[in-house]
């Protein structure tokens, strides 16, 4: 896992939709320009992608070998 | 944070929500068709009543709930948009809920002008959905076991409504078919490529995410529906060319297969995180023991004589794939479906203004919990009507009220949406 590299880690593999959403917003919500936020699911969330493009967010996603799915987010640069 | 995001959710919650509320209205007609014709639907599978019954459950309410949960998992789980979903979904639903109603009339009638209406409407509903399901997933990679088991589902589909247009079209008389042969092979490509497939690539997904359990394992992902559209193609072949032997060895490796995603789905619900078992996960567990009770009973029936001539079996087989399997494990979704879809949709309407409500509190827990008993009391009374058909009134009384019950638990999960909307609406008139 790559998680050592971001400001904020939210593992949502154990909890129940919309929980890990709800989490990553606040995590977003509490990070500096600069700062990243790592979400780790067992799956690609494509909804939060969506909600990420529209609201200034870039984010790197890596699949690893044992099924869970990083996805490492911070601001979009100006 | 939270409340200022904005993304707009494709497609519109209208899309999917026609289908899942038109579905019980189909499973209420299923009942009562039960009341009214009584022992003779449970008299042999090839009635009117009873064909007239499987397609209200099929082609009535289990396609309602697929057709609309595949336009809200395309875009989720496969980032695959359906061009103007709304007019797709409009037209599709139009369609297939004037085939679903006019064929079991065609069956009971036997009207051939009946059966030509129904045929067009499939044939319409299905060529719009299978194109613009299959335009919005072009060139999306098959990155996981869920897209290709969604793209081998829709030719499922495809091909299961190809059959059955060119049997209706046989009962209208223009043709001269095998109805009896075909019907078999529009059974296993309907039941299992389709509705088993689409079950599976679902499944994949939403047993994981809603049950917190431990992922299919990788290598039963990538091989499991693939390797049931090869048995299915190669027994369907086989058993046109005559070589019933094959075929049937065939028919066992899809069956053991078939038994194989059930019994893998219990022991993966064993592995739940979740302390008590919820009303989804009931009816998983339920909809699995009831899929392999089915596989069980139909292996019976080939190697034991005394169950082969008992001319139940078929019926039993049929009551405990669709109405304990299917139907049980579409509740258990729809429980799921339409309250995280109307929570994801009202926490982008609400745009900072009002934050959605707890997913929890859309459809109330116990009416869930209370309906979902009052659906396998219906089951069990149903299983009772094949060895006893004169208690198939109850059984379809039971039918239609837990139906009932079920649109009307869904109806509550609407109300909440429209009145959360109209806050939201009233707050942004005031500032």
Same mark, same amino acid.
């Given at each position: 896992m790559s998680a050592a590299k971001a400001d904020r880690i939210v593992d949502g593999r154990d909890l129940e939709p919309p929980e890990p959403f709800i989490l990553t917003m606040e995590a977003l919500d509490a990070i500096s320009p600069g700062q990243t936020v790592m979400l780790v699911l067992g799956r690609e969330p494509f909804p939060l992608y969506r909600a990420l493009q529209l609201n200034g967010y870039a984010w790197e996603t890596t699949h690893n070998d044992d099924g869970t799915v990083e996805i490492l987010i911070r601001h979009r640069p100006e | 944070m939270q409340a200022l995001l904005s993304y707009d959710q494709s497609p519109p919650i209208t899309a999917p929500f026609r289908f899942f509320l038109t579905a019980p209205v189909f499973g209420v007609l299923a !009942? @009562? @068709?039960?009341v009214w014709s009584g022992p003779n639907a449970f008299l042999s599978r090839w009635t009117p009543e009873a064909l007239a019954l499987t397609h209200l459950i099929t082609a009535g309410f289990m396609l309602q709930v697929m057709l609309g949960a595949l336009i809200q998992v395309l875009p989720v789980v496969a980032g695959a948009n359906m061009a103007r979903p709304l007019l797709v979904a409009s037209l599709v639903h139009?369609? #297939? =809920?004037?085939g679903g109603l006019v064929l079991p009339m065609a069956f009971l009638t036997f009207q051939p002008g009946m059966f030509i209406f129904a045929t067009v409407c499939f044939i319409s509903g299905g060529l719009l959905f299978v194109g613009a399901s299959a335009w919005a997933m072009r060139g999306i990679p098959a990155t996981g076991p869920t897209i290709n088991g969604l793209k081998i589902a829709v030719s499922g589909l495809a091909v =299961? #409504?190809?059959i059955g247009v060119a049997m209706s079209l046989g009962l209208a008389g223009w043709f001269n078919l095998p109805l009896i042969q075909l019907a078999d092979i529009?059974? %296993? &490509? $309907?039941? %299992?490529v &389709? $509705?088993?497939?689409l079950l599976a690539a679902v499944a994949y997904v939403v047993v994981p995410m809603f049950q917190i359990t431990p992922s299919y394992p990788d290598w039963f992902g990538k091989q499991f529906v693939p390797a049931a559209l090869a048995l299915a193609c190669l &027994? =369907?072949?086989? !058993?046109? #060319? !005559?070589f019933e032997t094959s075929a049937f060895a065939v028919g066992l490796a899809l069956a053991v297969a078939a038994a194989a995603f059930a019994s893998l789905t219990l022991m993966l619900q064993k592995r739940s995180k979740r302390s008590r078992f919820d009303t989804n996960q009931h009816c998983w567990r339920v909809a699995m023991v009831s899929i392999l009770a089915a596989i069980s009973l139909w292996m019976a029936s080939a190697v034991i004589p005394a169950v082969a001539e008992w001319p139940g079996w078929p019926l039993l087989c049929g009551v405990l794939l669709m109405f304990g399997g299917f139907v049980s494990v579409i509740t258990g979704m729809l429980y799921k479906i339409v309250p995280f879809l109307a929570w994801l949709h009202? +926490?982008?309407? $609400? +745009?900072g203004v009002l934050l959605a409500p707890n997913m929890k509190k859309i459809i109330d827990e116990q009416a869930m919990k209370r309906q979902m008993i009052s659906h396998f009391a219906a089951g069990t009374l149903l299983v009772l009507a094949v060895f006893l058909p004169e208690s198939a009134r109850p059984a379809g009384g039971a039918v239609a009220v837990s139906q009932a019950w079920l649109l009307r638990n869904l109806w509550s999960g609407v109300r909440v949406f429209r009145e959360h909307c109209r806050k939201i609406e009233m707050k942004r008139a005031k500032p």
């Open positions: - | !009942g @009562l @068709l039960l139009a369609a #297939i =809920t004037l =299961t #409504i190809a529009h059974l %296993v &490509w $309907g039941f %299992v &389709w $509705g088993l497939g &027994w =369907t072949v086989l !058993g046109s #060319i !005559g009202l +926490q982008n309407r $609400g +745009q």
